[in-house]
């Protein structure tokens, strides 16, 4: 399985260079980022952004520190950061499989991290969506090595100022820790483990200070409530509508995360509903990944209850890890029910197949693609094109964004 598991990586790292570099892909919210960073100093970057953008600051200063370095067009350059931390998620990502002795329980669930057209795409855009679930790869393969649990504060207190998601992480981590190590049984215990983890919980302190900092800046507070208003239909209802919520964003999760054919999605949900039926009856594999990632979600949905983060299509993305490992956990379930353990490896290597099979169909659709639309205009047969002064703006914004390296050849 190493040589198979191999050859899938190197086929992953292909296709996500082809994506990223040879068929650009840009959308209106990279762009607006991406104009925001080139247009702004270092210390610039650290004020709230225009054009209703706004990112970690680390994020920002990362983005910049690569457009200054590298020698290419500024529309390669931004795109380099999120190539690498991509490449990395699911190297990391090999390096946790290996480290479970290239179980061929992987093989669905890594193609599903590196052949979904959803996370590839939303992987490589330039926000900082990809190093959320970098983020968490890394924090699946590592969190239980001796070093990690020495220097776990460090990789928080960057993250946290990376990526929002590193908030949610370093508090999940220490949810899920106090638990596992059973703080909370008396006083003293619990003194101990905030005596042992004070750093950790010190970690997303610079974050905090920056944020309280932020808010006090112009423009903040205009910009906070815009985005909680473009958001509010992320936020989980406290009414009756919470049920069509909670079907649509099922829904949301199997058509992103796992496949966006239907019945292919309903499928694989189906294949978690072993994990639900029989996980509190005995050992069940990822055990500690799931729960810890358990505990991050939850920090996310009770900040999403009160208006403070959306929880929405592109921020699935570092939600992945979470659900694949309860598919594999699900399935390897399955694998040892008498009727089907016969057949098993022969049946799971066909729906794995099938899997990779439908992600080509739609692999090279990318939701709002400015840089499609532009060769759509151009192969038109008209001589002239009719556009809304919005759209003009738009159409400027993207030629400032690539240098004008993409034009439309009609007036």
Known sequence: MKKVYLFLLILGIIIRFVIQFVFPAFNGDEISVGNNIKHSGFIELLYPLKFGQSAPPLFLWLQKFFIEILPFSFWINIKVLSFISSILGIILFYVFIKRNSFSPIFLLLFIILLFNPFIINNSLTVKQYTIDLTGIIFLIAWFKTKNFKKYNWAFFLVWSLISN????????????????????????????????????????????????????????????????????????????????????????????????????????????????????????????????????????????????????DRLYLYIAPFLVLILGSSIATISDFGVIKKHFQKVYVLISVVTLFLYSLYMSGNDNNVYMLYEKLNNLNAKEIYATEKSIETIDSFNEFTDNKFVINKK
């Open 165 to 312: 998601i590193g908030l949610f992480a370093c508090c999940g981590y220490l949810i899920y820790d106090l638990f596992s190590q059973r703080s909370l049984r008396n006083f003293n215990a619990f003194f101990d483990f905030v005596k042992k983890n004070a750093l950790t919980i010190l970690a997303p302190v610079p974050y905090v200070v920056y944020f309280f900092w932020f808010m006090n800046q112009e423009g903040a507070v205009e910009l906070q409530a815009y985005m909680v208003k473009y958001w509010s239909s992320s936020f989980i209802p406290l009414d009756s509508s919470i049920f069509k919520y909670l079907l649509y964003t099922i829904h949301g999760l199997w058509i992103y995360i796992f496949n966006a054919f239907e019945i292919w999605g309903i499928f694989m949900m189906i294949l978690m509903l072993s994990f639900f039926l029989f996980s509190n009856k005995k050992q069940f594999m990822f055990r500690e990944e799931i729960l810890l990632l358990f505990c991050i979600v939850i920090v996310h949905l009770i900040l999403n209850i009160f208006h403070m983060y959306p929880f929405s």
